[in-house]
């Protein structure tokens, strides 16, 4: 495992703040301050294709840092448990608030199945790159109704997406960890891109995205309940 490189934490940081800012938008709209169509609108639509690639893309460099010499499985065991500790906690939450829309394989369910998928590809090299992008392609020409139900709609294959809050199927998104993957060992392999990740730039807002990236999952699990209890504060005080 190298070392924590502090642009990829400030990358992930910068994922991290454009997702609360989604949130944040999206509450408004639960709430009925403001309303936005999360379901139709393209500018919505693309913002989380962004947000959920930049994500995946990330945890697929991450994969290959802390993997390239060798496998912790100590550690990796224990951010698998939390991550789907942190998955089920979700999916038990959104049942009750969301009736109809339960979150059954969200981000948190897919980067804990794609952590694990990724240790087949571990040791590959360009060929992460050439099957990321047929994972891509494979979800953009092949459709079948036999993958709306339940049991393979996560796949991504569906003619029909699922009436859930947060969908992240294997296909594409996990073509999106391979190429990230891909890109990891390439700066790996690249001593002058491996200095350039690890400078710190000694700028407060580079610090703050770098502190945010490496604490993004305590983030995600609390800034909901942030923003919605502010938020409904706000309401009663209207």
Partial sequence: MVKRLAWIDALRGIAIL????????????????AHFDFYRDPFWLNFRNVIVGSFVFIVGVSFSLATSKGVNWIAFNKRLAILIGCALGISLLTYFMFPGRTIFFGILHFIALASVLALLFRKFYWLNLFIGVGVIVAFLTIRSPMFNTDWLVWIGFYTKKPLTEDFAPVFPWFGVVLIGTFAGKFILK?????????????????????????????????????????????????
């Fill in 190 to 238: 690249n001593s002058a891109l491996v200095k350039i990740a690890a400078s710190n730039p000694r700028v407060k807002l580079f610090n703050a995205l770098k502190l945010a990236g490496r604490n993004s999952l305590l983030i995600y699990m609390v800034h909901q309940p942030i923003l919605m209890g502010m938020l409904y504060l706000v309401m009663l005080a209207l």
């Fill in 18 to 33: 454009l997702m609360v800012i989604y949130h944040f938008c999206y509450d408004l709209t639960y709430f009925r301050l």
